[in-house]
């Protein structure tokens, strides 16, 4: 098709949409209805439309003009509503055939960041609820169910509902567990790990200049579909190898979202850190293997908490600390960082920052920071009869005198971890989760 328009199409909200409910089931449903949602219900949607890129919860489409333009808009908003209920979107196009893909690319996400600061437009509807409200979204409960005959009856909203059904049906395909308790407990075969699980996001780093860069060397709209399809490819093919090998971490381990350059996922701690990395450096194999990634990254965060702290929470730090990933990433050109925060209440959140290294280098030229990291992680895990006095060490960094930390040092034989006092201590504030 010789598309004329190009449109540009943009979910809202959709970690409220996630992450509005703490129950591990249905927030696997929300994030596979949200990965479905630009990719296959647009195609499923009738009407004469080419899906040139879809990435962050954005979509391109060209079509042939406006009127097709705006029949497809009515018949997608229409699926959407049923069957995604509760997930919105905005959409604005442009016309201008004449201009350059750049130019017209632009244009569209200014238009479309314009519409939002104006409170959108979005297409959805909800109704006021005359009687009962469902818990999370305080929309009318329509359904009342429980899982089994031990269970609780719980109370669904229509887009709760839809949720769960398809959480349900993730969840069954696989022996993955379906509570955050259960990723929490520890191995059998780890008995100093912590019971704690990690909330680990994976992102892609300036991916709106890579699109830009790809647009203003593009040819045709076609190879604007090229990049898409390979940033899809790269992410995919690295989760499916990668994960898809830790056999013997299945049993605690969830996947919660993989759509275009984010990935979330949730293990328990133990997992976390190797987990990252590793996908980090399968990213950065794969993606030589794609003449438009050259020069592609991505960064991770980590947040590592208890099974009953505010999985919303616990998402939020590990963007943030992927987010912190990324300003490094910026700064060095085509490398991958990893980024981790251990969420233990108010003991360490001012000394924190004044001691820590962290993000660290994965791939690049700073990546001797983190085998430094490594090197003291194995000083520690390999003195396992005497954990107590990494703890006494570890407090008094948190303590920050900084004469006390030498002469605990020098008076317990510590000294062979060395260097940089501030990779000492992510090490020592990872010694409770990255144990062997």
Known sequence: ???????????????????????????????????????????????????????????????????????????????????????????????????????????????????????????????????????????????????????????????????????????????????????????KYLKKAERIMAVVHIDGNQMGNLFMKACEKADSLEDIKALSEAIDAVFNTAYRDFFDKCHDAHERWRKIYVSGDDVTYVCHGVYALKSAVNFLKALDDIRKNYPQLQGFSASAGIAYVKPHFPFYKAYERAERCCKEAKIKAREQAGSSWVNFEIVRGSLNKEALPLKRKRPYCVTGHGIHDYKKLLECLDTINGDAGARSKWKALRNAYLMGNADSVKLLMESRGMSGLGGDDSIVFDALDLMDVEVK
Not at 129 to 150: F, H, N, T, Y
Not at 157 to 176: F, I, L, Q, R
């Open 1 to 187: 098709m010789n598309a004329q328009i190009l449109a540009l199409y943009d979910l809202t909200g959709i970690q409220r949409y996630i992450f509005q409910t703490s129950k591990l089931k249905d927030i696997i449903g929300a994030s596979e209805l949200v990965g479905n949602a630009l990719q296959e219900k647009i195609e499923e949607t009738p009407g004469s439309k080419n899906l040139l890129y879809t990435g962050g919860g954005n979509a391109v489409l060209g079509f042939a003009g406006k009127e097709e333009w705006k029949a497809f808009n009515t018949a997608f908003s229409k699926k959407l509503l049923l069957e995604i209920p509760g997930l919105s979107f905005v959409t604005v196009c442009n016309d201008e055939a004449g201009d350059k893909i750049s130019v017209r690319i632009e244009d569209l996400f200014a238009e479309i960041a314009r519409k939002k600061s104006l409170g959108g437009d979005d297409c959805s509807i909800t109704t006021l609820p005359p009687m009962a409200q469902s818990a999370s979204e305080r929309l009318p409960v329509v359904i009342i169910a429980k899982e089994g005959e031990d269970a609780d009856v719980a109370e669904y909203s229509h887009p709760a509902w839809v949720k769960w059904e398809k959480g349900k049906e993730k969840t069954s395909e696989s022996d993955h567990p379906v509570e955050f308790d259960n990723i929490a407990e520890k191995p």
